[in-house]
């Protein structure tokens, strides 16, 4: 086992108490794992050897991010452009089946889901789908044959050994007032999660690396100093928002794909967002359906650069920018910033 996964600490007494009162879909606390502290529900310490040892494959694709920086709208554009732009198999087989997420089983507690599956017990399709959530997505996808499609949290230095796989990797990061505000949303109306709090409380927590798989910051630069790597994709979310075609050509040639200008065209249309909230596909439906996501849950939201602005008093932005000024400072990664795309400083 990896020296990193086995030096792990325990949250503090206080503030475990403190944040088990504000998280009410956790029951069993939290760790911090290595030097870098990485934050993660409890359950984590159960399956990180599982996690570590997961056996990449050189056909594999990845994509990475830290939660809400435009994950699944990626998965989406690389399965499809991977898959010959196979939009009748994307219309009919869920994204999470296409392309698992490795860890998806770390952050439904067992406990938590049997509250879930006794609930949704009179429906056995919702009963099944509560059920499927504590299982391991590394075993299913030990089971699939190539090439296999996986979505991860895990920042580089934590997850599999993937950097030297052959695999390629698509990283997705966004600006950090705009995953704060996307993120407390999520915590708030995931029951599993079950956040309580107010978004400044929120606010001060994800600053201070305490919300799942921080830091922020670490994340994203593990990820930005790999970016050089033939088989490493960078991506901003503000590219994606910005310029969805661009991206899209991006990403086809790194995978040495190539479309005509109609086919990309039949593929934003399919990403367009009014579209994609539709699509039962990939907007998680079944996790509203079992109560999961409460119904106020906007999974697929207004995926607008800049939205942060609704949620951060004056004095909040304030204290975000010197953060970002501050963590930006011994490094060349620099969001996209024109006034409407990116616009994070
Ligand atoms: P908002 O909550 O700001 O609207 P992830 O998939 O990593 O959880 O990221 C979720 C964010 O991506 C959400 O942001 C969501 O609206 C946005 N998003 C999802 N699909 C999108 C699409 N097709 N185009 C643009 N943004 C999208």
Redesign the pocket.
């Known amino acids: 086992m990896s020296s990193q996964l086995s030096n792990y600490t325990l949250l503090g007494a206080d503030k475990t108490k403190e944040m088990l009162k504000l998280f009410k879909g956790i029951r069993t606390g939290w760790v911090q794992v290595g030097e870098k502290k990485w934050f993660f529900p409890y359950r984590y310490t159960e399956e990180a050897e599982e996690f570590y040892n997961f056996k990449p494959r050189p056909s594999d694709t990845w994509i990475i991010?830290y939660?809400?920086?435009?994950?699944?709208?990626m998965q989406e554009l690389i399965w499809l452009l991977s898959n010959n732009l196979d939009f009748e198999t994307a219309r009919k087989k869920k994204l999470a089946e296409r392309f698992p997420f490795l860890e998806r089983s770390m952050i439904n507690d067992p406990a938590v889901i049997a509250e879930f599956v006794k609930r949704n017990e009179g429906n056995l399709e919702k009963r099944a789908v509560c059920e499927s959530l504590p299982r391991p997505a590394y075993e299913v996808l030990e089971g699939l044959s190539s090439p296999r499609f996986i979505k991860t949290h895990f920042s580089l230095s934590l997850g599999p050994r993937i950097l030297d796989s052959g695999s390629k990797i698509i990283y997705i990061a966004r600006n950090p007032k705009?995953v704060v505000?996307?993120w407390y949303?999520m915590n708030k109306f995931t029951v599993t999660h079950g956040y309580i709090g107010d978004f400044p409380t929120f606010w001060n927590l994800f600053k201070n690396d305490l919300t799942h798989w921080s830091p922020y910051w670490e994340h994203v630069k593990e990820a930005w100093a790999q970016r050089n790597q033939p088989n490493f994709l960078f991506i901003f979310y503000e590219e994606?928002?910005a310029d969805l075609l661009f991206v899209c050509k991006k990403v086809a040639n790194f995978l040495g794909k190539n479309y005509s200008e109609n086919q990309l065209t039949e593929l934003l249309n399919h990403?367009?967002?009014e579209k994609?909230r539709k699509n039962p596909m990939v907007n998680l439906n079944d996790l509203y359906e079992c109560g999961i996501f409460l119904s106020s849950m906007v999974f697929?939201?207004?995926?607008?650069t800049g939205?942060w602005k609704e949620f951060f008093s004056a004095d909040m932005e304030k204290e975000a920018d010197e953060w970002i000024a501050q963590n930006l400072k011994d490094t060349d990664l620099v969001f996209p910033t024109t006034n409407t795309k990116g616009n994070c400083q």
Do not use: A, E, H
């Open positions: 991010s939660p809400r920086s435009g994950t699944t709208v705009d505000v996307s949303k994606l928002s990403l367009n967002i994609f697929i939201g207004k995926g607008k939205n």
